[in-house]
């Protein structure tokens, strides 16, 4: 499981614009529901904000999915589930740390079992900062990651490959093992 | 070639050939194979060498080898080759009482397809039937006592029909029973018993009690059992009813829209006992049990069309017969070959052995593409002649009962594939080896005459187009790739081109971009990942349905007969409660049977 | 003789191509529909296109093993086999080289294929989602085999092509069989696994079911397969029942008939498909033997009246369309 099962070098030419264009329309969405920030979801997702305008979907299963929303805090034991999901969803992949939590720990800033940064376990590409942040500026994020994807910024899963064995470190320096 | 040649060849050679494999210890087998493969030769060099040959001693027999019986022996033979091939590896104990029982039971088997007179019908279907009887025996005697009890069964029903023959003609021979001699309402005694006689082999409710148990011997055997000598029942009940008696005859007890009102209800019967076979073997979880019910609903369809008698239905039983012959043959082989490798009965306990054993499973899965009726395979065309066969005479009971049966085939062949080849593969088959190469041998003969009849259907029709005029029937309208009812029909050509052209687009369009594999571990649970723990979902696999069907399935004709067995038990054991051993009240009875005698002699003068 | 054939595989190509490419727009439409009726505003209909070029261009795919790349060949290619032997807006296609009962077991093809590739995961889901399939298939064809029997023995053929001709000198399936047409689009909702039998699929409970493990490619091509298997059911109900939108004989009227039968063809198809989306967008679930249990109820009843009705016409009263 520690081994890159993907070569870490992309070749440019293969990134197409017409495929960011498709990706940025068709986000399919898995929300990993850790913490208080599910409750946002619905709002987004129903006749009020409605993401489907944006071809944003829920998804069942990371297989299917593109983007996946870490909504709160990340507990040590909820991680290894959050990388798994991560590492199962298929590239390109995009991920959205929702909340202050992911960012720095937020009100757990001090706890024993709580992840701070979720960047260095794996790669975030956007930060919806707040607690909780409301309905319309998570419709802004996707806004934003939509233009990101366009422009080729969102490009966490590049990174997660490249920089596979420090990542692949930060998260054993928590896990001790990775099959259990 | 003559009688004795005729003789020679399919009976006495395979004689020989048990004989001599009985000391042939582990290479049994193999000598077994030589002198079917010997037989086999032959019936490719007679094909249309076909002649009728009277022998007299005392009696008349007539030994015959016309285009039915070479249609039938090639199955049987075809079937017995590759069980015996199978057999090879399988390290049987004791491999030369099986290979010279196998052995007796094919030369049975010649017997009763050669014979056109009762007696000699009556012998050879007699050393087959006993033959089985020790090859069950061999595995459990309990499972061998319950066919014994049906086999002897059909033995009375034959032997009254064959009784009743005789009483008005005084010959044994096939063609005199047609000498008219015998009034109508004798033939429907005859009939029906000849029918309920060899319907016990084709395994007909309320008559298939013994099938699941005799199908869970040993797996070469039953491949031939289920394949090969159950269709003798299929021959038996088209000689009796198309040869022996005739349509006239079916006719004389009235029509109903062009079919014998003697044959309806065997075709309702046949069409009830494909529901409930298949409805049966949806919930089996012991695969030599699952096939062994789906054995009895595919040969309900067989039912179905000897009972409609059309040249379409009959010629659909034939091919359905053919088809059946191979592909459950090839499914016993298979549950064989992954049993032999795993020592498992039970699908639940098994889950993907497709990935350690991927020719078994395609070999498989063709088989239960014939046996589901998927066009791919020649299963599907048989069926379609039953379907419309049933459908262009409106019977509005057959026709239902038979597609819904086949919708519940997909039901239980997803079972096995799921349950056995796909699914998680567990910890402790992760070494298990593909099945050695005699039985994958075996298994790949029985799929050609699958594959190349569904391309060519023309070759098959017409031998049994050839079988049905042979016996005095109308032909059947077919061409070389297409086949005809009066209501549609379908070009197997076409059919082909056009999957095969399509299957390119979705290939082209695949393998456009490249796939990784990953470990099967790798699933989505949720996050979680049991990495150890193969998660195979084929337990109690259609619960809800079960749930649904209780009311239904706590009926059950297997138990009527236990219920009905143990009344008589007890019946019994109550009358030995009148042997007191008290010598007064053997006295006394005999007071009461002389007062009895007395008032009835009294009563009758 | 062979450029005529190659025409004939054109048409027929070019038919498939515009069926899955309906189908498709079909999805879409029911986003937007299913989005207006919860009072959302919904993707653009082109939607459905935008998700396919997206995941049939996904950088990684991966697979359990060989048998798990059955589901998207045997899906793709059954379904648009199926598609070619269904007459469209009045246009043959193979319908003339095979009939119904052909059709029935070659719609029966892209299930299995689909079935075993999701069998071949080692996820649980998939197995539990197959079995829902399949109970669901046995449920649907009870009430539908039933309705087939009633068109076959009224009409007395199992060719698609003769019904359509029949239908259109006598009278149209809906007409002639009203109780069976009911029957049929009863069925036809469990057929296309619509709301509230989308069992197999259901994504709240065993994570969409035979789908779990499949992405990329894997899933782009059993888009298209649903796209085409839409269109597919659609035009199975419009071909038996609303005559295949022949309006015109194309024996008198040439090619104005066919484009105008096929436009009939799109108005019907899309009036069946909107019935099941809306149905679709409120109802809740069926459990699998809630399903099974009212499909072997009430639409079977119904259809067994149908087939009386077809049963009385036809051989009592001597009806011969």
Same mark, same amino acid.
């Given at each position: 499981?520690?081994?890159?099962?993907?070569?870490?070098?992309?070749?440019?030419?293969?990134?197409?614009k017409?495929?960011?264009?498709?990706?940025?329309?068709?986000?399919?969405?898995?929300?990993?529901?850790?913490?208080?920030?599910?409750?946002?979801?619905?709002?987004?997702?129903?006749?009020?904000?409605?993401?489907e305008?944006?071809?944003i979907?829920?998804m069942?299963?990371?297989?299917?999915?593109?983007?996946?929303?870490?909504?709160?805090?990340?507990?040590?034991?909820t991680?290894?589930?959050?990388?798994?999901?991560?590492?199962?969803?298929?590239d390109?992949?995009?991920?959205?740390?929702?909340?202050?939590?992911?960012?720095?720990?937020?009100?757990?800033?001090?706890s024993?079992?709580?992840?701070?940064?979720?960047?260095?376990?794996?790669?975030?590409?956007?930060?919806?900062?707040?607690?909780?942040?409301?309905?319309?500026?998570?419709?802004?994020?996707?806004l934003?990651?939509?233009?990101?994807?366009?422009?080729?910024?969102?490009?966490?899963?590049?990174?997660y490959?490249?920089?596979?064995?420090?990542?692949k470190?930060?998260q054993?320096?928590?896990?001790?093992?990775?099959?259990? | 070639?003559?009688?004795?040649?005729?003789?020679?060849?399919?009976?006495?050679l %395979?004689?020989?050939?048990?004989?001599?494999?009985?000391?042939?210890?582990?290479?049994?087998?193999i000598i077994?194979?030589?002198?079917?493969?010997?037989?086999?030769?032959?019936?490719?060099?007679?094909y249309?060498?076909f002649?009728?040959y009277?022998?007299?001693?005392?009696?008349?027999l007539?030994?015959?080898?016309?285009?039915?019986?070479?249609?039938?022996?090639?199955?049987?033979?075809?079937?017995?080759?590759?069980?015996?091939?199978?057999?090879?590896?399988?390290?049987? /104990?004791?491999?030369?009482?099986?290979?010279?029982?196998?052995?007796?039971?094919?030369?049975?088997?010649?017997?009763?397809?050669?014979?056109?007179?009762?007696?000699?019908?009556?012998?050879?279907?007699?050393?087959?039937?006993?033959?089985?009887?020790?090859?069950?025996?061999?595995?459990?005697?309990?499972?061998?006592?319950r066919?014994?009890?049906?086999?002897?069964?059909?033995?009375?029903?034959i032997?009254?029909?064959?009784?009743?023959?005789?009483y008005?003609?005084? !010959?044994?021979?096939?063609?005199d029973?047609?000498?008219?001699?015998?009034?109508?309402?004798?033939?429907?005694?005859?009939?029906?018993?000849?029918?309920?006689?060899?319907g016990v082999?084709?395994?007909?409710?309320?008559?298939?009690?013994?099938?699941?148990?005799?199908?869970?011997?040993?797996q070469?055997?039953?491949?031939? *059992? !289920?394949?090969?000598?159950?269709?003798?029942?299929?021959?038996?009940?088209?000689?009796?009813?198309?040869?022996?008696?005739?349509?006239?005859?079916?006719?004389?007890?009235?029509?109903?829209?062009?079919?014998?009102?003697?044959g309806?209800?065997?075709?309702?019967?046949?069409?009830?006992?494909?529901?409930?076979?298949?409805?049966?073997?949806?919930?089996?979880?012991?695969?030599?049990?699952l096939?062994?019910?789906?054995?009895?609903?595919q040969?309900?369809?067989?039912?179905?069309?000897?009972?409609?008698?059309?040249?379409?239905?009959?010629?659909?039983?034939?091919?359905?017969?053919?088809?059946?012959?191979?592909?459950?043959?090839?499914l016993?082989?298979?549950?064989?070959?992954?049993?032999?490798?795993?020592?498992?009965?039970?699908?639940?306990?098994?889950?993907? *052995?497709?990935?350690?054993? %991927?020719?078994?499973?395609?070999?498989?899965?063709?088989?239960?593409?014939?046996?589901?009726?998927?066009?791919?395979?020649?299963g599907?065309?048989?069926?379609?002649?039953l379907?419309e066969?049933?459908?262009e /005479?409106?019977f509005?009971?057959?026709?239902?009962?038979?597609?819904?049966?086949?919708?519940?085939?997909?039901?239980?062949?997803?079972?096995?594939?799921?349950?056995?080849?796909?699914?998680?593969?567990?910890?402790?088959?992760?070494?298990v080896?593909?099945?050695?190469? %005699?039985?994958?041998?075996?298994?790949?003969?029985?799929?050609?005459?699958?594959?190349?009849? !569904?391309?060519?259907?023309?070759?098959?029709?017409?031998?049994?187009?050839d079988?049905?005029?042979n016996?005095?029937?109308?032909?059947?309208?077919?061409?070389?790739?297409?086949?005809?009812?009066?209501?549609?029909?379908?070009?197997?050509?076409?059919?082909?081109?056009?999957?095969?052209?399509?299957?390119?687009?979705?290939?082209?369009?695949?393998?456009?971009?490249?796939?990784?594999v990953?470990?099967?571990?790798?699933?989505?649970?949720?996050?979680?990942?049991?990495?150890?723990?193969?998660?195979?979902?084929?337990?109690?696999?259609y619960?809800?349905? /079960?749930?649904?069907?209780?009311?239904?399935?706590?009926?059950?004709v297997?138990?009527?007969?236990?219920k009905f067995?143990?009344?008589?038990?007890?019946?019994?054991?109550?009358?030995?409660?009148?042997?007191?051993?008290?010598?007064?009240?053997?006295?006394?009875?005999l007071?009461?049977?002389f007062?009895?005698?007395?008032?009835?002699?009294w009563?009758?003068? | 003789?062979?450029?005529?054939?190659?025409?004939?595989?054109?048409?027929v190509?070019?038919?498939?191509?515009?069926?899955?490419?309906?189908?498709?727009?079909?999805?879409?439409?029911?986003?937007?529909?299913?989005?207006?009726?919860?009072?959302?505003?919904?993707?653009?209909?082109?939607?459905?296109?935008?998700?396919?070029?997206?995941?049939?261009a996904?950088?990684?795919?991966?697979?359990?093993?060989?048998?798990?790349?059955?589901?998207?060949?045997?899906?793709?290619a059954?379904?648009?086999?199926?598609?070619?032997?269904?007459?469209?807006?009045?246009?043959?296609?193979?319908?003339?080289?095979?009939?119904?009962?052909?059709?029935?077991?070659?719609?029966?093809i892209?299930?299995?294929?689909?079935?075993?590739?999701?069998?071949?995961?080692?996820?649980?889901?998939?197995?539990?989602?197959?079995?829902r399939?399949?109970?669901?298939?046995?449920?649907?064809?009870?009430?539908?085999?039933?309705?087939?029997?009633?068109l076959?023995?009224?009409?007395?053929?199992?060719?698609?092509?003769?019904l359509?001709?029949?239908?259109?000198?006598?009278?149209?399936?809906?007409?002639a069989l009203?109780?069976?047409?009911?029957?049929?689009?009863?069925?036809?909702?469990?057929?296309?696994?619509?709301?509230?039998?989308?069992?197999?699929?259901?994504?709240?409970?065993?994570?969409?079911g035979?789908?779990?493990?499949?992405?990329?490619?894997?899933?782009?091509?059993?888009?298209?397969?649903?796209?085409?298997?839409?269109?597919?059911?659609?035009?199975?109900?419009?071909?038996?029942?609303l005559?295949?939108?022949?309006?015109?004989?194309?024996?008198?009227?040439?090619?104005?008939?066919y484009?105008?039968?096929?436009?009939?063809?799109?108005?019907?198809?899309?009036?069946?498909?909107?019935?099941?989306?809306?149905?679709?967008?409120?109802?809740?679930?069926?459990?699998?033997?809630?399903?099974?249990?009212?499909?072997?109820?009430?639409?079977?009843?119904?259809?067994?009246?149908?087939?009386?009705?077809a049963?009385?016409?036809?051989?009592?009263?001597?009806?011969?369309?």
């Open positions: 499981m520690n081994e890159n099962p993907l070569p870490s070098v992309i070749p440019d030419k293969e990134w197409k017409i495929q960011r264009m498709l990706s940025k329309r068709s986000l399919w969405m898995i929300h990993f529901c850790t913490g208080c920030g599910a409750m946002e979801m619905p709002p987004v997702m129903t006749s009020r904000y409605d993401m305008r944006f071809g979907i829920p069942a299963t990371p297989r299917q999915a593109d983007l996946m929303l870490v909504t709160g805090y990340v507990a040590t034991k991680l290894k589930r959050i990388v798994r999901v991560y590492e199962q969803m298929q390109p992949k995009y991920v959205i740390a929702f909340g202050s939590c992911p960012i720095n720990g937020g009100i757990y800033w001090d024993y079992n709580i992840i701070k940064r979720l960047d260095k376990y794996i790669p975030v590409d956007l930060y919806i900062a707040g607690c909780m942040p409301r309905p319309e500026a998570v419709m802004d994020a996707f934003k990651l939509m233009k990101d994807i366009d422009e080729g910024k969102a490009n966490g899963w590049m990174r490959r490249k920089y596979y064995d420090q990542y470190r930060n054993m320096r928590i896990f001790k093992r990775w099959d259990e | 070639m003559d009688a004795l040649t005729l003789f020679g060849i399919f009976i006495l %395979p004689l020989v050939g048990a004989l001599l494999s009985y000391f042939g210890r582990k290479y049994a087998p077994a194979l030589i002198f079917v493969a010997i037989t086999g030769i032959f019936l490719y060099v007679w249309g060498n002649g009728s009277t022998v007299d001693i005392g009696v008349k007539n030994l015959t080898f016309d285009i039915t019986t070479w249609f039938f022996m090639l199955m049987i033979n075809t079937v017995i080759f590759s069980s015996l091939l199978f057999a090879v590896s399988a390290d049987l /104990k004791n491999a030369g009482g099986f290979s010279t029982l196998m052995l007796l039971g094919f030369t049975g088997a010649n017997g009763v397809l050669l014979s056109r007179d009762f007696l000699s019908l009556y012998l050879f279907w007699e050393l087959m039937s006993w033959s089985v009887y020790v090859l069950i025996l061999r595995t459990s005697g309990e499972y061998a006592r066919y014994l009890l049906f086999g002897v069964l059909s033995a009375y029903f032997i009254m029909g064959i009784g009743i023959i005789y008005y003609t005084g !010959s044994f021979l096939y063609e029973a047609l000498s008219g001699v015998i009034p109508y309402y004798a033939w429907a005694w005859i009939l029906v018993f000849l029918i309920l006689g060899f082999k084709m395994a007909i409710i309320p008559l298939h009690v013994w099938a699941p148990y005799a199908y869970s011997s040993e070469p055997f039953v491949s031939f *059992l !289920s394949g090969g000598l159950s269709k003798l029942g299929t021959f038996g009940i088209y000689m009796s009813m198309y040869s022996i008696a005739g349509v006239g005859i079916l006719d004389s007890f009235g029509t109903f829209r062009g079919v014998s009102l003697l309806y209800p065997f075709a309702l019967l046949g069409a009830i006992t494909a529901f409930v076979g298949t409805i049966l073997a949806i919930f089996q979880d012991d695969i030599r049990k096939l062994a019910y789906s054995s009895i609903g040969l309900g369809y067989v039912m179905v069309g000897l009972g409609l008698g059309t040249s379409l239905a009959l010629g659909g039983a034939l091919f359905h017969a053919f088809n059946h012959a191979f592909f459950k043959s090839l016993f082989l298979g549950a064989g070959a992954v049993i032999y490798r795993t020592g498992k009965y039970k699908i639940s306990e098994m889950g993907g *052995l497709g990935y350690r054993m %991927p020719f078994t499973f395609l070999f498989v899965l063709f088989a239960i593409f014939g046996l589901a009726g998927i066009p791919l395979t020649s599907f065309i048989s069926k379609w002649m379907y066969a049933a459908i /005479k409106k509005v009971i057959i026709a239902p009962l038979m597609l819904i049966a086949s919708v519940g085939a997909f039901l239980y062949s997803y079972r096995i594939l799921y349950g056995i080849f796909l699914g998680g593969l567990k910890e402790e088959h992760k070494k080896k593909e099945a050695p190469a %005699p039985m994958l041998a075996a298994m790949f003969i029985l799929m050609l005459p699958l594959l190349i009849f !569904s391309i060519v259907p023309g070759w098959i029709l017409g031998w049994i187009n079988v049905l005029t016996t005095g029937l109308k032909p059947i309208d077919y061409t070389q790739f297409t086949y005809y009812s009066s209501i549609g029909g379908a070009n197997m050509a076409t059919f082909w081109i056009a999957f095969m052209v399509l299957f390119f687009v979705a290939v082209a369009i695949f393998i456009m971009k490249r796939a990784r990953v470990n099967q571990y790798d699933n989505y649970f949720a996050g979680e990942a049991p990495s150890s723990v193969a998660l195979h979902a084929a337990h109690n696999y619960k809800p349905l /079960k749930d649904t069907w209780a009311p239904m399935l706590k009926y059950s297997d138990r009527a007969y236990e067995s143990k009344f008589f038990v007890d019946g019994f054991y109550e009358i030995k409660k009148i042997y007191t051993g008290n010598p007064q009240d053997y006295a006394a009875y007071g009461i049977a007062l009895i005698f007395l008032i009835i002699g009563w009758l003068l | 003789m062979i450029v005529d054939w190659l025409i004939q595989a054109g048409l190509a070019l038919y498939l191509f515009l069926a899955v490419v309906i189908g498709l727009l079909f999805m879409g439409i029911a986003r937007k529909v299913t989005a207006r009726v919860q009072n959302r505003v919904g993707p653009p209909v082109y939607q459905n296109f935008l998700d396919v070029g997206k995941l049939l996904k950088k990684t795919n991966i697979k359990h093993n060989w048998i798990f790349d059955f589901a998207p060949l045997f899906a793709l059954g379904v648009l086999l199926a598609l070619a032997y269904l007459p469209m807006g009045g246009y043959k296609m193979l319908s003339g080289e095979g009939d119904l009962i052909l059709l029935l077991y070659i719609m029966a892209p299930a299995l294929g689909f079935a075993l590739g999701a069998g071949a995961s080692a996820n649980p889901n998939a197995g539990v989602g197959v079995m399939a399949l109970m669901l298939m046995l449920s649907y064809e009870m009430p539908f085999l039933l309705v087939l029997l009633a076959m023995i009224f009409y007395n053929t199992a060719s698609l092509s003769t359509l001709e029949k239908q259109m000198s006598f009278a149209w399936g809906i007409v009203p109780i069976s047409a009911l029957a049929a689009d009863l069925a036809l909702q469990g057929m296309m696994m619509e709301k509230p039998f989308d069992i197999p699929i259901a994504p709240h409970e065993i994570a969409s035979p789908l779990v493990e499949f992405g990329g490619k894997y899933l782009g091509m059993l888009m298209l397969y649903s796209a085409g298997s839409i269109v597919l059911e659609t035009t199975l109900f419009v071909d038996l029942f005559g295949g939108g022949v309006v015109l004989n194309p024996a008198h009227y040439g090619i104005i008939a484009v105008v039968n096929y436009l009939v063809w799109f108005v019907f198809i899309f009036i069946v498909w909107m019935i099941a989306v809306l149905i679709n967008a409120v109802f809740p679930r069926f459990r699998i033997e809630q399903a099974f249990k009212f499909y072997w109820k009430w639409p079977t009843v119904i259809a067994i009246l149908g087939l009386i009705q049963y009385i016409m036809s051989v009592f009263m001597g009806v011969v369309p």
